[in-house]
């Protein structure tokens, strides 16, 4: 089993940061990519940003400047740093990874349980 544990969502101003974190745990021998999505009331879940195990990052074009995204290997951990943010980025926020359980397994993906990030004044 591979569970993904989102922290560190809340309430913020507008212009306000917040850093989450997403842990894995289980059964895992090698976690490819790591990635961050978010979903708004009403709207279809969007990729915000991904890193690969060799740090390589993409992000969407709206985050670019303002979020950055990290991992720590050593505790299989990805971080989103969210800066000068915005009533718009309000959303429940995901982490999804691909991770392979053993040496020659296939990847599968998994998804965390969201964590709920609010703009407002």
């Known amino acids: 089993q591979v569970q993904l544990v989102e922290s560190g969502g809340g309430l913020v101003q507008p212009g306000g940061s917040l850093r989450l974190s997403c842990a894995a745990s289980?059964?895992?021998?090698?976690?490819?990519?790591m990635d961050w999505y978010r979903q708004a009331p009403g709207k279809q879940r969007e990729l915000v940003a991904s890193i690969t195990s060799d740090n390589s990052t993409h992000y969407a074009n709206s985050m670019k400047g303002r979020f950055t995204i990290s991992r720590d290997n050593a505790k299989n951990t990805v971080y989103l740093q969210m800066n000068s943010l915005k009533p718009d980025d309000t959303a429940v926020y995901f982490c999804?990874?691909?991770?392979?359980?053993?040496?020659?397994?296939?990847?599968?993906?998994?998804w965390g349980q969201g964590t709920q990030v609010t703009v407002s004044s």
């Open positions: 289980g059964s895992i021998f090698s976690i490819i990519t």
């Open positions: 999804y990874a691909g991770i392979r359980r053993s040496m020659l397994g296939s990847v599968l993906f998994y």
